[in-house]
């Protein structure tokens, strides 16, 4: 079994020898396996293996790289004194690992997954870094996976960031699973209705989110899951999100719906 899986690492060399062993750990990747068959198969749900993971370390990445552009300062390298490039890594790590829970169950997923990415934390780390700096990435990293999810809310730069790449994996495709099982709902219908997200420079906000929908039913996507964990990043007042519905009439998702 093997996934692929690649990031931007840049000149980040910590990033590039942590995703080097992401990719080489067979484990891992029968974990990401695990997640999905208790999240497609069992409960009708999107993916929440390989497919997603790489959607959302990518978007943390490219979400911390633009916020630091514009002067925003990890909390690794805040109360640490530590790299942006360790911020880099944390959030990563944080993606990675974020749904591992999902083998467990759905309910409190993100402190299941806390507690199965301490192996890997433990496997990966001292490739990388000192202890001192282990126990400071390591615990940094377990914050932004158990912070992602509510009640929880996220105290760092980087579990904010993790949190709002997690909503943003919304994009039509990523729903088609449940509806074709038959799982129609206001969140398979709403998912469907999400034809692209951008993440774009500048605008009244250093970050614009641009999302085109085919439906205003994907409002609910907005509304309901990316609003509230824009909200509750601490990060709200560097993101803009702008909707729009595309042609002049609305594309019909289902024929007819009864209770």
């Not at 690649?6 to 990747?29: E, Y």
């Not at 500048?202 to 999302?211: N, Q, Y």
Request: hydrophobic letters at 40%.
């Amino acid at each position: 079994m093997s996934y692929s899986f690649n990031v931007p690492v840049r000149d980040n060399v910590k990033l590039k020898s942590v995703t080097d062993l992401i990719r080489k750990d067979g484990k891992l990747q029968s974990y990401w396996k695990c997640a999905n068959v208790m999240a497609i198969e069992r409960m009708g749900y999107t993916d929440h293996g390989p497919t997603h993971v790489k959607i959302v370390a990518n978007m943390a990445l490219k979400l911390l790289r633009m916020l630091v552009e514009h002067g925003v300062k990890p909390s690794v390298v805040s109360d640490y004194g530590l790299k942006n490039e360790d911020a880099e890594v944390i959030v990563v790590l944080a993606s990675v690992f974020h749904d591992l829970g999902m083998v467990v169950m759905r309910s409190e997923h993100q402190l299941y997954s806390a507690l199965l990415a301490t192996e890997f934390l433990n496997r990966f780390l001292p490739a990388v870094y000192s202890d001192e700096e282990q126990a400071i990435i390591g615990s940094e990293t377990l914050h932004a996976i158990v912070t992602h999810e509510d009640p929880y809310r996220p105290l760092t730069v980087e579990a904010g960031i993790v949190g709002v790449a997690d909503a943003l994996d919304m994009e039509a495709g990523r729903a088609r699973i449940p509806f074709r099982a038959g799982k129609v709902d206001i969140h398979s219908v709403s998912a469907l209705s999400i034809e692209k997200v951008e993440v774009l420079e500048g605008g009244r906000k250093p970050i614009t989110i641009k999302i085109t929908m085919s439906n205003s039913a994907g409002v609910f996507q907005i509304d309901e899951l990316l609003k509230p964990r824009i909200e509750k990043s601490g990060l709200q007042q560097f993101f803009h999100v702008t909707a729009e519905i595309t042609g002049e009439r609305e594309r019909r998702i289902i024929e007819k719906f009864e209770l």
